[in-house]
């Protein structure tokens, strides 16, 4: 029930978190059984940016960046920082000068299901950020909260050293132990997409390659004509 | 109470649902009397898209997309799909797979009260998708549903063949039926209006243009220095 | 009770509102002591805007602009109309054509509780606007309601002739007869966070500037390996 | 495009209505393939009151009331008056004196997606609302609206005479044509449900009763020790 | 910008004060011209409750609730306690040990737009409360805030001494120096409403009592059968 | 990433889960030191219960209660059934047929971020249950999820076995190893409430016995007149 600041946690192997990032949140979310997503209501600030890295987690008060600041010390080059207010945390809990921190140190971004300020800046200094919110309202630095415990972030919880995916789609967690057989189904994944993507490019239709037809007749969908429709 | 797969749906006439897109939503919307717009948290996945087309409906169970594989297939050049999950779906229902089959056969646009992914890759295709949220959780296919029968999208009602108009501003449904007449007076309205900005440019007012001085007298406002008002 | 349009409002020092432009809504509300900001909930339409004007007030009914009208006559180049609707008010309540006559008259910005329609026009005008919604829904222009009255715009009162601060991180409200004094204290703060940033661009970290150690040891944050974090 | 009230609607059968009370929204909605549920958004204010009838729909403006006075007199003994607002109406639309005089008329309920006040009086009434929101905030009755059209009630269309039942567990609508043959489903469901009932309350369960242990192994669910489960 | 507690503040005449709690939040808020209102997200923990008081206003940081300890030493009996965090606020700022000192000191309620815990034991107490949400989450005691300042409490500024009416419909603020002529006006609204209540349980309706067939008949709304709207 | 049932979880010791309850989820969430609380927005669907047992934690997709089924199986008297649909659920996931089930096997309460139906019955049954809504709308029995696993229940993370409190104020989640720390603290709270509660009783106030005159007097909160703060 004390609060901790963890300072040795473990990581994945750089080459599978950095291979993650290639796949997207949404292939990766897929290749580890359909979990990991932490919701839809945590969202960039920028367009197109694709980041992989490993979770430096923090829990902080609502309202109160203090745990950020001691966060930052114990985060590496291809960490990301990932920031989970107890509560609702309508506040923007970092700008620019935490970022630069951040980037200084090889940051790779900011997750948090609070919010974030001097966004303009943030997307011209090229710092990738998803948040619930963007908000002009500052934080205090208060509080006691710990660093590298493990955090609920939105509907997923994320533990020290887990690999973080975030892209336009949003943000997948993929617990550290599962990082390597992931990225393997992602690639098998990714492999089976590509193949089939060729053939709609050229006119067939998944009804026909995942074979809907027989599903579709199973389950009582008949197909009518508009009259026959309104006769029912 | 079973469901089905309607195919011979009708549509309202060609030109009359492309010359709509170049109205807009909000314009198409006033034209029907205020009506059919679907609610403002529908909104575009990209910037400065407008398209206009005919709708196929396809009613879903939330998180399941199996009813917009059937869908693809019953789409032609012109169609938007407009897909209404029964509840709450937050769910990217479709991603750049799908969305390629539908570019292929010429479809317009996707609509959604529920979510997609590839967000990213659907801005790079150019298929443009309107939805209420981006979301990298992924969809199943495995409940029945039905393709062009009657659906609730936020807060219309869309027929299959009805005139989807979609823009920055949003989705507006216009009963096929009522295409034609909605399409001229939406053409008067736009007459009007591109007579008034020339004289708003160059200084008038709406106060003036629109009669309203007598409205705001016959309704009671006063117009009072700072010094009277504080006195009262 | 009755409503009214106040036609001779004061206004802070032309170049006070205009020098508060520069440092934005975050800075700005720090500066009045961490208050002030509106809400994350009022979102530009546009990205990298940065404005400040004086505000002319306007309470409206929802989902009814002719108030609206009346407001435009009342401002002058420099201003910002401040629209709060009473409830709840999902509609574009001004357009293009509203827009229009408000640019030509100087006025920098529209900032509203409520929603905003013909929105990629506004953008191709170069005419910014904060709102909380984007809606194609119209309004009408039936119901009393006041200009340059106090209203609540979000979470913060907005009296006619403060000043309003707005840039990608939200809307910040000055009181104006503080508006000297906050432009003090923001200059006073931007010049301390120049001089950190370059100290965190060469690699110092704010748990050592801003003295934090002794902050955590007091709330007694422990520094523990994973190991004996484990043990506990 | 223009505005009506539809005098002479055709119901379902008396008997019919009045036995659908008997099964709840939840069965009804199951005996209507899963349909017709308006949505949890939708509650009653009161508790344990359960009704059915037949559907006086009306379509109004955001909190303007005139179209529920047209509405009042469409109304016969047994019918329910449900009330959609165009877009959201956080207003009180109605109070104890429309309800007085629904409440002579014979209207059992009064349903609505948007408000009502009065409600202490109508709990002490005995006269049942369901309605998303409680607020003291009126309406006006300015504008043009229609009665026994379709509309949209949250996720579901009602037309005039539809049936209507709700309970503690919101509101449920079926389609006048469809009542006759969900009440016989209604009552096949209620009846297998009592069966289940009594083996449950002496101790079996419906992992046997629903024969889902099988389907349990289909999807490859293991059943694992904590032992062996923390060793994967 | 500093923070104070104003300690001599006036209020309204005791006996309009008492008075206007007969009328309800929903008269009040009429015969105020349909101002005052805060929202429909403000709700009772209780059932049947009806108060009216004096405001004690505080302003308070989110999850702090040091300033209402400072609010309970300014207040007198007959006084409401109005708590309004400056951001949304998800935590039990009060519970039974702060309600039990307001009890003593003869406070009539307590309103927030913030929340509060203890809510079985509060509606034991008889301490009637209005919040936006009940929580078990704690406060801490931290933060500087105001007593007797002007707070925004949803969408209405309270001032301190202004009369609070708050009941099952919610909670409607009456300017102090209005709540005289208020009181009038409400009186005279509920005789009216007295008269016509006897008349609508009669069998009279609205639509005559109140002279809306002409206003139907001038917006164009046409009486049709059902055979005749089908075929437009 | 495959789905299980444990089988043989281990659970708090049975003295100490049932004398949590007489303390409620408020005091146990401050005894944990504040955390543990899942969030104002899962409710119970009636007043006045409280409970404490051993979590039976149920991660299922959303509308889907196959999982529930297999859970039932698990229960031992004493327990609560926590049910995590992996997304917004909203569907009422179980009703008077499950519980009859759990209340024959001594589960005594049902939580969950998902919804329930049968709401009246439940309540008759006196079978308390917290959920985030209450719906008709029925589930489904055709996916995989697990038994026994860590959920994500609001802000908070379940365990099997671990000791959930729940009463009017919400549901607080206490980690099994930590239980009977817990409990030990709670009751310290508690007699020291009890004291308090005299002490406020008889008239004295917070900010005395708390010592926060010191602290408002440190953070600069100025006791002032009104003449003297309007002269500010």
């Given at each position: 029930m004390s609060h901790v600041v963890v300072t040795d946690i473990a990581r994945a192997d750089a080459e599978v978190v950095d291979a993650l990032a290639e796949f997207g949140s949404a292939t990766v979310h897929e290749a580890l059984g359909r979990l990991g997503f932490v919701g839809a209501h945590i969202r960039p600030i920028q367009q197109d940016a694709v980041v992989s890295g490993s979770a430096i987690t923090v829990l902080t008060a609502p309202g109160d960046n203090l745990m950020?600041?001691?966060?930052?010390?114990?985060?590496?080059?291809?960490?990301?920082?990932?920031?989970?207010?107890?509560?609702?945390?309508?506040?923007?809990?970092?700008?620019?000068?935490?970022?630069?921190?951040?980037?200084?140190?090889?940051?790779?971004?900011?997750?948090t299901s609070g919010g974030v300020r001097d966004s303009t800046e943030l997307r011209r200094m090229g710092f990738p950020v998803w948040s619930a919110l963007v908000s002009a309202q500052g934080a205090v630095k208060d509080t006691a909260g710990s660093v590298n415990v493990p955090v609920v972030l939105g509907s997923a919880v994320v533990h020290p050293g887990d690999v973080v995916v975030a892209d336009d789609d949003g943000v997948t967690v993929v617990p550290r132990l599962l990082a390597a057989d992931v990225l393997d189904a992602a690639r098998a994944r990714a492999a089976k997409e590509a193949a089939n993507r060729a053939r709609y490019a050229s006119g067939e239709i998944s009804l026909d390659l995942n074979a809907l037809r027989p599903v579709l007749a199973a389950l009582g969908v008949d197909y009518v004509t508009q009259a026959d429709h309104d006769r029912r």
């Open positions: 950020v600041h001691a966060a930052i010390e114990q985060a590496q080059p291809g960490d990301i920082i990932v920031v989970a207010p107890l509560t609702d945390s309508p506040y923007g809990m970092i700008g620019e000068l935490m970022a630069t921190q951040m980037q200084v140190r090889g940051v790779r971004a900011y997750v």
